[in-house]
Nanobody
Framework: QVQLVESGGGSVQAGGSLRLSCAAS????????MGWFRRAPGKEREFVAA????????DYANSVKGRFAISRDDAKSTLYLQMNSLKPEDTAVYYC???????????????????WGQGTQVTVSS
């Protein structure tokens, strides 16, 4: 089993920055694709970003491209999401996720991910 624990959420004004972290433990490794998703109030969960098992390939939702950056430190078993130029529409609960299949490709569908964290709240005020 894999356990994912997010941290780093909070409240920030528009234009500000936050860095989310996701600590992984259990049967996960540098060979697993990992990603970030978010759910805004009254909306379905949506894809934010994903990173390949090697860290050499990343994928972003159009709404965050150029503002957010996903990275991983496998020595620390930690996934990051650097969020800059935050907007009120970025307000959501952010979830970390991991694919069970090793050496898989990044995928924007939440159904491709097998393990999920409990989420961390990000609130951006105007």
């Amino acid at each position: 089993q894999v356990q994912l624990v997010e941290s780093g959420g909070g409240s920030v004004q528009a234009g500000g920055s936050l860095r989310l972290s996701c600590a992984a433990s259990g049967s996960t490794s540098s060979r697993n694709v990992m990603g970030w998703f978010r759910r805004a109030p009254g909306k379905e969960r949506e894809f934010v970003a994903a990173i390949s098992w090697s860290g050499g390939s990343t994928d972003y939702a159009n709404s965050v491209k150029g503002r957010f950056a996903i990275s991983r430190d496998d020595a620390k078993s930690t996934l990051y999401l650097q969020m800059n130029s935050l907007k009120p529409e970025d307000t959501a609960v952010y979830y970390c996720a991991a694919r069970r299949q090793i050496f898989a490709s990044t995928n924007p569908s939440e159904r491709a991910y097998d393990y999920w964290g409990q989420g961390t709240q990000v609130t951006v005020s105007s």
